[in-house]
Nanobody, 123 residues
Framework: QVQLVESGGGLVQAGGSLRLSCATS????????AGWFRQAPGKERESVAG????????YYADAVKGRFTISRDNAKNTVYLQMNSLKPEDTAVYYC????????????????WGQGTQVTVSS
């Protein structure tokens, strides 16, 4: 079992930056692929970025390419999402997820989820 706790969300103006963190506990985090998802009101939860257990393979959704950066520090059991040039359409609850059964970058691949952190971008 892996427990995930997100932090770093908040209110920011358009063009600003935020850094989300996802701290994990339980089994060795280095055995898990990780991802960030987001869900805006009235919309489906969508994939934002993913990173394999070694960090050698990374995925970004088209909507965030060039603005967001996912990274991980296995020694600290933490995964990060650096978000730059934020836009009002980035407003959502952001979720961290993990899996030890690698597959696609889609939501169904991930077994463990955090409680989410709210990101609000004002125009």
């Amino acid at each position: 079992q892996v427990q995930l706790v997100e932090s770093g969300g908040g209110l920011v103006q358009a063009g600003g930056s935020l850094r989300l963190s996802c701290a994990t506990s339980g089994r060795t985090f280095s055995s898990y692929d990780a991802g960030w998802f987001r869900q805006a009101p009235g919309k489906e939860r969508e994939s934002v970025a993913g990173i394999t257990r070694t960090g050698l393979s990374i995925y970004y959704a088209d909507a965030v390419k060039g603005r967001f950066t996912i990274s991980r520090d296995n020694a600290k059991n933490t995964v990060y999402l650096q978000m730059n040039s934020l836009k009002p359409e980035d407003t959502a609850v952001y979720y961290c997820a993990a899996t030890n059964s690698p597959g696609s970058w889609s939501r169904k691949t991930y077994d463990y989820w955090g409680q989410g952190t709210q990101v609000t971008v004002s125009s």
